[in-house]
Protein backbone atom coordinates (compact mmCIF):
# COMPACT_ATOMS: atom_id res chain seq x y z
CA UNK A 1 0.00 0.00 0.00
CA UNK A 2 3.00 2.77 0.98
CA UNK A 3 5.04 1.75 -2.55
CA UNK A 4 0.98 2.59 -3.99
CA UNK A 5 0.89 5.67 -2.39
CA UNK A 6 4.36 6.67 -3.13
CA UNK A 7 3.85 5.87 -6.86
CA UNK A 8 0.73 8.01 -6.77
CA UNK A 9 2.38 10.96 -5.47
CA UNK A 10 4.92 10.92 -7.48
CA UNK A 11 2.53 10.58 -10.51
CA UNK A 12 0.95 13.74 -9.23
CA UNK A 13 3.84 15.67 -8.29
CA UNK A 14 5.18 14.88 -12.30
CA UNK A 15 2.19 15.72 -13.38
CA UNK A 16 1.74 19.19 -11.09
CA UNK A 17 5.17 19.90 -12.78
CA UNK A 18 4.23 19.83 -15.97
CA UNK A 19 0.63 21.23 -15.95
CA UNK A 20 1.63 24.64 -14.85
CA UNK A 21 1.09 27.17 -18.09
CA UNK A 22 3.68 28.12 -20.57
CA UNK A 23 5.56 31.15 -20.17
CA UNK A 24 3.86 34.02 -22.00
CA UNK A 25 5.29 35.28 -25.26
CA UNK A 26 6.49 38.37 -25.78
CA UNK A 27 4.08 41.12 -26.06
CA UNK A 28 4.83 44.51 -27.29
CA UNK A 29 2.07 47.37 -26.18
CA UNK A 30 4.13 49.99 -27.50
CA UNK A 31 7.12 50.99 -29.20
CA UNK A 32 9.32 53.99 -29.07
CA UNK A 33 12.33 55.80 -31.18
CA UNK A 34 15.56 56.31 -30.52
CA UNK A 35 16.01 55.45 -26.56
CA UNK A 36 19.55 55.84 -25.70
CA UNK A 37 19.77 56.20 -21.62
CA UNK A 38 17.74 52.94 -19.58
CA UNK A 39 17.89 51.62 -15.90
CA UNK A 40 18.19 48.23 -14.92
CA UNK A 41 16.54 46.43 -12.51
CA UNK A 42 16.73 42.81 -11.34
CA UNK A 43 14.15 42.07 -8.41
CA UNK A 44 13.95 38.35 -6.68
CA UNK A 45 17.58 37.75 -7.77
CA UNK A 46 20.21 36.63 -5.55
CA UNK A 47 23.95 37.39 -6.14
CA UNK A 48 26.08 34.85 -7.33
CA UNK A 49 23.30 32.69 -6.93
CA UNK A 50 21.20 30.41 -9.91
CA UNK A 51 18.82 31.50 -11.57
CA UNK A 52 20.31 34.64 -12.43
CA UNK A 53 18.72 37.27 -14.78
CA UNK A 54 18.03 36.09 -18.39
CA UNK A 55 19.21 39.17 -19.61
CA UNK A 56 21.24 40.63 -17.20
CA UNK A 57 23.60 43.13 -17.61
CA UNK A 58 26.03 41.87 -20.09
CA UNK A 59 23.28 41.45 -22.48
CA UNK A 60 22.48 45.14 -21.87
CA UNK A 61 25.38 46.15 -22.40
CA UNK A 62 25.56 43.85 -25.78
CA UNK A 63 22.02 45.87 -27.11
CA UNK A 64 24.40 48.35 -26.68
CA UNK A 65 22.02 51.51 -24.68
CA UNK A 66 24.50 54.51 -25.00
CA UNK A 67 23.95 54.46 -20.89
CA UNK A 68 22.73 51.77 -18.73
CA UNK A 69 21.92 52.48 -14.50
CA UNK A 70 22.63 49.51 -12.77
CA UNK A 71 22.88 49.13 -8.94
CA UNK A 72 24.12 52.78 -8.21
CA UNK A 73 26.42 52.49 -11.60
CA UNK A 74 26.58 54.04 -14.77
CA UNK A 75 27.48 52.31 -17.66
CA UNK A 76 28.61 54.74 -20.88
CA UNK A 77 29.46 52.74 -24.10
CA UNK A 78 32.64 54.38 -25.54
CA UNK A 79 34.59 53.62 -28.91
CA UNK A 80 34.38 49.72 -30.39
CA UNK A 81 32.57 47.70 -27.74
CA UNK A 82 33.88 49.31 -24.96
CA UNK A 83 32.33 50.87 -21.69
CA UNK A 84 33.20 53.30 -18.75
CA UNK A 85 32.11 52.63 -15.18
CA UNK A 86 31.62 55.35 -12.88
CA UNK A 87 30.17 55.46 -9.15
CA UNK A 88 26.35 57.04 -9.34
CA UNK A 89 23.18 57.58 -11.52
CA UNK A 90 20.71 59.60 -13.17
CA UNK A 91 17.12 58.48 -13.55
CA UNK A 92 15.88 57.60 -16.61
CA UNK A 93 12.20 57.62 -18.41
CA UNK A 94 12.63 53.70 -19.29
CA UNK A 95 13.33 51.01 -16.66
CA UNK A 96 13.86 47.48 -18.07
CA UNK A 97 12.61 45.42 -14.90
CA UNK A 98 13.69 41.73 -14.92
CA UNK A 99 11.71 39.80 -12.15
CA UNK A 100 12.11 36.69 -10.74
CA UNK A 101 8.90 35.49 -9.02
CA UNK A 102 7.20 31.92 -7.80
CA UNK A 103 3.85 30.37 -8.27
CA UNK A 104 2.38 28.44 -5.78
CA UNK A 105 0.07 25.54 -6.14
CA UNK A 106 -1.15 22.28 -4.98
CA UNK A 107 2.32 20.01 -6.33
CA UNK A 108 5.09 22.92 -5.16
CA UNK A 109 6.66 26.06 -6.47
CA UNK A 110 7.29 26.50 -9.99
CA UNK A 111 9.51 29.80 -10.93
CA UNK A 112 9.00 32.65 -13.67
CA UNK A 113 11.80 35.27 -14.93
CA UNK A 114 9.32 38.04 -16.83
CA UNK A 115 11.21 40.63 -18.16
CA UNK A 116 9.44 44.49 -18.41
CA UNK A 117 10.62 47.17 -20.20
CA UNK A 118 8.06 50.12 -18.56
CA UNK A 119 7.45 54.13 -19.07
CA UNK A 120 8.12 55.85 -15.65
CA UNK A 121 6.67 59.02 -16.91
CA UNK A 122 3.32 57.26 -17.92
CA UNK A 123 2.98 54.49 -15.69
CA UNK A 124 3.01 52.25 -18.35
CA UNK A 125 4.52 48.87 -19.30
CA UNK A 126 5.45 49.04 -23.21
CA UNK A 127 6.67 45.15 -23.40
CA UNK A 128 7.04 42.06 -22.01
CA UNK A 129 8.41 38.62 -22.07
CA UNK A 130 8.56 35.65 -20.06
CA UNK A 131 11.02 32.55 -18.90
CA UNK A 132 9.99 29.43 -17.47
CA UNK A 133 12.77 28.70 -15.19
CA UNK A 134 13.82 24.92 -14.45
CA UNK A 135 16.51 23.44 -11.92
CA UNK A 136 19.14 26.30 -12.09
CA UNK A 137 18.76 28.21 -15.37
CA UNK A 138 15.50 30.51 -16.93
CA UNK A 139 15.47 28.78 -20.01
CA UNK A 140 11.86 27.91 -21.58
CA UNK A 141 10.49 30.41 -23.85
CA UNK A 142 8.63 30.36 -27.15
CA UNK A 143 11.75 31.46 -29.22
CA UNK A 144 13.35 28.63 -31.24
CA UNK A 145 16.90 27.12 -30.25
CA UNK A 146 18.92 29.23 -31.99
CA UNK A 147 21.30 31.53 -30.13
CA UNK A 148 20.82 32.35 -26.28
CA UNK A 149 18.37 33.15 -24.10
CA UNK A 150 19.72 36.48 -23.04
CA UNK A 151 20.21 37.51 -26.39
CA UNK A 152 17.05 37.06 -27.40
CA UNK A 153 16.13 39.16 -24.22
CA UNK A 154 18.22 41.70 -25.27
CA UNK A 155 16.95 42.19 -28.45
CA UNK A 156 13.39 42.09 -27.54
CA UNK A 157 14.19 44.94 -25.34
CA UNK A 158 15.86 46.93 -28.28
CA UNK A 159 12.87 46.21 -30.41
CA UNK A 160 10.70 48.29 -27.89
CA UNK A 161 13.01 50.92 -27.27
CA UNK A 162 14.78 50.78 -30.62
CA UNK A 163 18.50 52.39 -29.64
CA UNK A 164 19.99 54.42 -32.38
CA UNK A 165 23.85 52.24 -32.39
CA UNK A 166 23.58 48.93 -33.68
CA UNK A 167 24.74 45.79 -31.43
CA UNK A 168 27.85 45.17 -33.57
CA UNK A 169 27.24 41.90 -34.86
CA UNK A 170 25.66 38.70 -33.18
CA UNK A 171 28.23 38.40 -30.13
CA UNK A 172 28.84 42.11 -29.60
CA UNK A 173 32.67 41.83 -31.37
CA UNK A 174 33.05 45.58 -33.49
CA UNK A 175 35.94 45.91 -35.67
CA UNK A 176 38.20 48.31 -34.00
CA UNK A 177 39.68 51.73 -36.04
CA UNK A 178 41.64 51.35 -38.99
CA UNK A 179 45.06 50.85 -37.41
CA UNK A 180 48.42 51.36 -39.34
CA UNK A 181 51.31 49.50 -37.46
CA UNK A 182 54.86 48.00 -38.40
CA UNK A 183 56.06 44.32 -37.20
CA UNK A 184 59.65 43.03 -36.82
CA UNK A 185 60.59 39.94 -35.61
CA UNK A 186 63.54 40.64 -33.13
CA UNK A 187 66.16 38.05 -31.39
CA UNK A 188 64.56 37.01 -27.72
CA UNK A 189 66.52 38.87 -25.61
CA UNK A 190 64.04 39.27 -22.26
CA UNK A 191 63.87 35.88 -20.30
CA UNK A 192 60.89 35.76 -18.21
CA UNK A 193 59.51 33.08 -15.87
CA UNK A 194 56.72 31.98 -14.13
CA UNK A 195 56.78 35.09 -11.26
CA UNK A 196 57.51 37.84 -13.77
CA UNK A 197 54.53 36.33 -16.15
CA UNK A 198 52.28 36.81 -13.27
CA UNK A 199 52.32 40.53 -12.87
CA UNK A 200 49.33 42.48 -14.86
CA UNK A 201 49.57 46.04 -14.18
CA UNK A 202 53.58 47.92 -14.98
CA UNK A 203 55.65 49.28 -12.05
CA UNK A 204 54.47 52.56 -12.59
CA UNK A 205 51.09 51.88 -11.66
CA UNK A 206 49.49 53.14 -8.62
CA UNK A 207 47.95 50.42 -6.30
CA UNK A 208 44.53 51.56 -6.89
CA UNK A 209 45.18 50.33 -10.65
CA UNK A 210 44.13 46.85 -11.02
CA UNK A 211 42.93 44.14 -13.27
CA UNK A 212 39.86 42.05 -12.10
CA UNK A 213 36.93 40.47 -13.45
CA UNK A 214 33.54 41.52 -13.57
CA UNK A 215 31.31 38.84 -12.45
CA UNK A 216 28.29 40.79 -13.78
CA UNK A 217 29.07 41.09 -17.12
CA UNK A 218 32.04 38.08 -16.91
CA UNK A 219 34.48 40.51 -18.30
CA UNK A 220 38.19 41.01 -17.65
CA UNK A 221 37.92 45.08 -16.32
CA UNK A 222 40.57 47.34 -15.13
CA UNK A 223 39.78 49.81 -12.18
CA UNK A 224 41.62 52.81 -11.40
CA UNK A 225 39.91 53.78 -8.11
CA UNK A 226 37.05 56.25 -9.36
CA UNK A 227 36.40 54.33 -12.49
CA UNK A 228 36.23 50.92 -14.34
CA UNK A 229 37.13 50.42 -18.07
CA UNK A 230 35.96 47.63 -19.94
CA UNK A 231 37.32 46.70 -22.78
CA UNK A 232 35.44 45.29 -25.89
CA UNK A 233 37.83 42.03 -25.10
CA UNK A 234 39.07 40.52 -21.79
CA UNK A 235 41.98 42.82 -20.45
CA UNK A 236 45.43 41.32 -20.07
CA UNK A 237 47.58 43.81 -19.13
CA UNK A 238 47.73 47.74 -18.01
CA UNK A 239 50.65 49.81 -18.33
CA UNK A 240 50.27 53.42 -16.92
CA UNK A 241 52.50 56.50 -17.99
CA UNK A 242 52.35 60.29 -16.56
CA UNK A 243 49.55 61.13 -19.20
CA UNK A 244 47.80 58.18 -20.58
CA UNK A 245 46.80 54.11 -19.36
CA UNK A 246 47.58 51.41 -22.33
CA UNK A 247 44.95 48.92 -21.74
CA UNK A 248 46.49 45.48 -23.90
CA UNK A 249 43.64 42.61 -24.63
CA UNK A 250 42.88 40.05 -27.09
CA UNK A 251 44.77 36.97 -27.89
CA UNK A 252 47.26 35.07 -29.65
CA UNK A 253 44.88 34.33 -32.62
CA UNK A 254 43.46 37.56 -33.10
CA UNK A 255 46.40 40.36 -32.48
CA UNK A 256 46.52 42.56 -29.99
CA UNK A 257 43.80 45.15 -29.06
CA UNK A 258 45.13 48.41 -27.37
CA UNK A 259 42.87 51.33 -25.64
CA UNK A 260 44.90 54.74 -24.48
CA UNK A 261 42.69 55.84 -21.68
CA UNK A 262 43.46 59.12 -19.88
CA UNK A 263 43.83 59.06 -15.97
CA UNK A 264 40.30 60.39 -15.73
CA UNK A 265 39.22 57.44 -17.19
CA UNK A 266 38.75 59.14 -20.83
CA UNK A 267 39.03 56.78 -24.06
CA UNK A 268 41.43 58.42 -26.25
CA UNK A 269 42.06 55.94 -28.57
CA UNK A 270 41.95 52.25 -29.96
CA UNK A 271 43.62 50.17 -32.12
CA UNK A 272 44.55 46.67 -33.04
CA UNK A 273 47.64 45.07 -34.19
CA UNK A 274 46.69 41.68 -36.35
CA UNK A 275 49.54 38.99 -35.57
CA UNK A 276 47.53 36.11 -37.35
CA UNK A 277 51.57 34.39 -38.60
CA UNK A 278 52.30 32.61 -35.83
CA UNK A 279 50.97 29.00 -35.54
CA UNK A 280 48.18 28.46 -33.42
CA UNK A 281 48.53 24.61 -33.91
CA UNK A 282 50.54 21.74 -31.65
CA UNK A 283 49.72 23.34 -28.30
CA UNK A 284 48.95 26.94 -29.28
CA UNK A 285 50.73 30.38 -28.75
CA UNK A 286 50.48 32.50 -25.33
CA UNK A 287 51.46 36.05 -25.69
CA UNK A 288 52.96 38.69 -23.11
CA UNK A 289 54.03 42.31 -23.64
CA UNK A 290 57.52 42.55 -22.15
CA UNK A 291 57.68 46.28 -22.53
CA UNK A 292 55.32 49.18 -24.15
CA UNK A 293 55.97 53.18 -24.24
CA UNK A 294 53.51 55.51 -25.60
CA UNK A 295 54.68 58.61 -27.53
CA UNK A 296 52.49 61.18 -29.02
CA UNK A 297 53.75 59.68 -32.58
CA UNK A 298 53.72 55.83 -31.61
CA UNK A 299 53.43 52.84 -29.51
CA UNK A 300 55.47 50.21 -29.11
CA UNK A 301 55.51 46.98 -27.84
CA UNK A 302 58.19 44.60 -26.85
CA UNK A 303 55.96 41.11 -27.12
CA UNK A 304 57.07 37.94 -26.59
CA UNK A 305 55.20 34.57 -27.56
CA UNK A 306 55.42 31.34 -25.90
CA UNK A 307 55.07 28.39 -28.20
CA UNK A 308 53.20 25.27 -26.75
CA UNK A 309 53.09 26.41 -23.15
CA UNK A 310 53.13 28.81 -20.12
CA UNK A 311 56.82 28.29 -17.94
CA UNK A 312 56.31 25.95 -15.58
CA UNK A 313 57.07 26.72 -12.38
CA UNK A 314 60.75 26.77 -11.34
CA UNK A 315 61.15 27.24 -15.43
CA UNK A 316 63.36 29.91 -17.29
CA UNK A 317 61.79 29.53 -20.60
CA UNK A 318 62.68 31.67 -23.95
CA UNK A 319 60.40 33.09 -26.28
CA UNK A 320 60.34 31.13 -29.28
CA UNK A 321 59.34 34.55 -30.87
CA UNK A 322 59.59 38.08 -29.96
CA UNK A 323 58.31 40.95 -31.90
CA UNK A 324 58.77 44.86 -32.31
CA UNK A 325 55.46 46.11 -32.80
CA UNK A 326 54.81 49.85 -33.67
CA UNK A 327 51.50 51.05 -33.91
CA UNK A 328 51.52 54.98 -35.47
CA UNK A 329 48.73 56.82 -33.88
CA UNK A 330 49.20 59.54 -36.57
CA UNK A 331 48.37 57.17 -39.60
CA UNK A 332 45.61 55.13 -37.34
CA UNK A 333 41.73 56.06 -37.52
CA UNK A 334 42.84 55.44 -33.49
CA UNK A 335 38.75 56.28 -32.28
CA UNK A 336 35.50 56.05 -33.98
CA UNK A 337 33.83 59.12 -33.40
CA UNK A 338 30.09 59.31 -31.42
CA UNK A 339 29.33 57.96 -28.06
Same mark, same amino acid.
Given at each position: ?80 ? &? ?82 ? &? ?105 ? &? ?15 ? &? ?49
Amino acid at each position: MRILLAILALVCATMGYFIWRAPRSESINATVDGINDITLVAEGFVANERPRPVMGLGYAQWANFRRISSNGETYTQVGSG &ASVVRKGVQPTRYVVREVLWTKHGTFGPQRYASLLVEDTKFGKVLGMKEWLCRRDECEVTSDDAVGWQGQHAALFVRRVLNPEM &ATGGAIGVKPYPKTVFRVKQVSPSVRLGPEELKSRTSMSCSPETSIFLRRDINRVAVSNGSWTFVPQRNASQVFCFPEVLLVISGGAQDGVHLDLISPDGALLGQFQ &ASLGRFPVSDGGTYQYV &ADASVSERLIRLRLLHFHKHWPKPGEKAPAEWETLVEVDRAESEGLHRGP
